[in-house]
């Protein structure tokens, strides 16, 4: 926050000249962004083009091509595992889960970047662990075991870990997985409700409407290290989305809602 008490508006994530390469393939190349606080910018592109691969590396957990990436001014390294940590919330497509355990402490996960080595959860952890289940619609649930949960509802679970640990910068991939739309739609909303209190995200989605509906800016993968970056309402067009996804779509707009459809 600054003197005002308003969001600092220094950008929390920034790239500069990143060029991002797996398997001598090239996802992009020169990018330049920045994600300040209480901004979505939504990744979208074709199966397979690297969008899971570039938010890895903006999220420190892969080496760029070349490039740098500033996490809240300075290069993770620079801050250590467990201040990025605080700073960096992920959300990968897969939810490993080596051990059975409850949903509670699923949750209390997010956490432990905020805690000593030997420190217990106490009371407010609890109370925050609570209340992130509660706001994925999983209240009720604390003692379930993660074996016994459908694949929404341990999406869900992810998502309410992620929020616990109430990181400023939020990188998120595919959260919609396995969610059906009532539940697609609550999550986004949750995750709009944070960015509006000042968190910054960044999300790779496939849904070209969802993302204009949500996100401030949108980040379009082509392939073979092309993208373009823009304001969502420019930038998702029925022109840019049909050559991005290589099928005609087009646009339809109801109640000042706008889609894109295949033609």
Excluded at 144 to 152: A, C, D, F, R, V
Excluded at 207 to 233: C, F, K, N
Aim: charged share 20%; with cysteine.
């Amino acid at each position: 926050m600054n003197k005002q008490g308003m969001p600092d508006a220094r950008p929390l994530l920034e790239a500069h000249e990143l060029t991002v390469a797996i398997g001598g393939r090239s996802i992009c190349r020169m990018l330049t962004l920045a994600v300040a606080p209480g901004e979505i910018l939504v990744i979208l592109g074709r199966n397979g083009v690297g969008k899971s691969t570039l938010l890895a590396t903006l999220a420190g957990l892969r080496a760029p091509a070349s490039g740098e990436i500033r996490l809240a001014g300075q290069g993770y390294a620079q801050h250590g595992a467990k201040l990025a940590a605080r700073l960096r919330g992920w959300l990968g497509q897969r939810q490993e889960d080596p051990f059975s355990a409850s949903a509670l402490e699923i949750a209390l996960m997010g956490r432990h970047p905020h805690l000593a080595r030997w420190q217990w959860e106490g009371e407010a952890e609890l109370r925050l662990a609570r209340a992130a289940l509660a706001e994925v619609g999983l209240a009720g649930c604390e003692a379930q075991k993660i074996e016994s949960l459908s694949g929404g509802e341990r999406q869900r679970l992810a998502i309410a870990a992620l929020l616990v640990q109430e990181a400023p910068l939020m990188l998120l991939d595919e959260p919609l997985t396995h969610l059906d739309l009532n539940h697609q739609i609550a999550v986004l909303e949750l995750l709009a409700q944070r960015a509006r209190a000042g968190a910054a995200l960044i999300l790779v989605l496939h849904d070209p409407g969802l993302a204009r509906r949500y996100a401030q800016r949108v980040l379009l993968l082509y392939g073979e290290g092309e993208s373009a970056l823009g304001e969502s309402e420019t930038i998702l067009t029925p022109e840019t989305l049909s050559r991005l996804y290589g099928y005609p779509l087009l646009q339809a707009e109801t109640a000042g809602r706008i889609a894109f459809i295949p033609a």
